[in-house]
């Protein structure tokens, strides 16, 4: 469609990609753990494709935005080197796998600065922390599937008090309830390890979370909106029977450490979306999800009332509608297309879009992809 019409996608955005739209767009419904996996930046990204474009199909970077529909899990990002040290002093399987030298001398290395702001002792942190991780992933199958009984015999054992009661930023029954249900999904799997490393974090509807290229994650269970440019490079590592790419992934990793909140995302509302009065005395409102990259924006609309009304200005781009509740309507010039769960419609460039809600029962909820590159839409809100 947009090959045939590049006015669909606006002067500056042909310009920029060609006849490719910048981002994809789509819902998923994770009911089993996806891969432990990264993206690869716009170099690696292009070194890849060159070397083996069998696993790395295109030459672009992929970084991503993940808005819950429902109460979501996922690994995202290396914990706090804290908490890493903490889980290798109360997780002894998890120690042995690594190797007990390997272990103490991680923990050696970050002592008394976990947390540090000097860019050198960063630097050191970010090194010891590539070591332990590397270790980790290259531990051999069997050493793994001994590791894995023990680990989850722990697990059922212990409850409440396993490893080390969790930590600060988990309970140990929120942890041992973890290892058993992904162990009956990927049993033995190095998965069940590296979750000690990353941040398990638990979004509930409406909440974001933004992961720039070479952050490491695993989305666990969940239904979301899932935003990111336009890419199929996926470099894998566990929790999944396709191709893995180990050495890759641990030499690609920036290796940052931080909680989870740190790469959460606050919505801030969205103006260039005018809401009917119906719209307002029903307190439905449009929110803007705006991540610190050029390629995509995201935007959440919620009429709550039949007869409410957003009306989205034209912008110098293209933007995808996904419906994932209730019933209303689109409007485009002289054109009006019901729309319901699951639906999906494209605008190109320039078009007014008008939502109603027709909906007794329920709120009318979808969310709108764009890209645009000046005027209205260059406000960054970024990452909190």
């Known amino acids: 469609m947009v090959q ?18 910048p981002f994809l767009f789509k819902v998923l419904s994770i009911r089993k753990a996806l891969s432990i996996q990264a993206h690869p930046d716009k170099k690696l990204a292009e070194k890849l494709h060159a070397k083996d474009s069998k696993n790395y199909p295109d030459d672009n970077h992929k970084p991503e935005m993940t808005i819950a529909i429902t109460t979501f899990d996922g690994l995202c990002g290396f914990r706090p080197l804290e908490e890493i040290s903490h889980f290798l002093s109360t997780v002894p399987s998890l120690k042995r796998l690594i190797g007990e030298s390997a272990a103490q001398e991680f923990q050696s290395a970050v002592k008394g600065h976990e947390a540090t702001e000097n860019e ?11 070591k332990l991780f590397t270790a980790l992933m290259n531990s051999e199958k069997e050493a793994i599937a001994t590791a894995s009984k023990d680990l989850i015999d722990s697990a059922k054992s212990q409850g409440d008090t396993f490893a080390g009661n969790g930590g600060p930023s988990n309970t140990g029954k929120e942890l041992a309830d973890l290892v058993i249900r992904l162990d009956g999904q990927f049993p033995e799997d190095i998965g069940l390890f590296v979750l000690f490393l990353l941040n398990y974090v638990k979004m509930e509807p409406g909440e974001a979370m933004f992961l ?21 490079n996926v470099v894998r590592a566990g929790f999944t029977p396709k191709f893995k790419d180990i050495p890759t992934l641990v030499s690609m990793l920036t290796y940052s450490y931080a909680p ?71 409007s485009v010039g002289p054109m ?19 939502l109603e809600c027709s909906d007794d029962e329920r709120s009318f909820v979808t969310f709108k992809a764009f890209c645009e590159f000046n005027g209205k839409e260059s406000h960054r809100n970024g990452t909190s």
């Open 4 to 21: 045939d019409n590049q006015a669909l996608m606006g002067k500056e955005i042909t310009e920029r990609y060609g006849q490719k739209l």
């Open 120 to 130: 050198h002792d960063t630097m050191r942190n970010k090194e010891a922390l590539k």
């Open 212 to 232: 720039k290229a070479d952050d490491i994650h695993a989305y666990l269970s969940g239904d979301i909106i899932e935003c990111m440019a336009s890419s199929d």
């Open 260 to 330: 989870i909140s740190e790469q959460k995302m606050s919505p801030v509302d969205y103006p260039y979306a005018t809401l009917s009065a119906a719209a307002y005395s029903s307190n439905s409102s449009a929110i803007l999800y705006d991540p610190p990259i050029e390629e995509f924006s995201v935007v959440k609309t919620d009429l709550k009332k039949r007869g409410a009304k957003a009306t989205f200005d034209g912008i110098e781009g293209p933007s995808i509608f996904i419906c994932t509740q209730g019933h209303g309507t689109i």
């Open 336 to 354: 009006t297309e019901e729309v319901q769960p699951g639906f999906v419609f494209f605008a190109g460039a320039t078009a007014e879009v008008i």
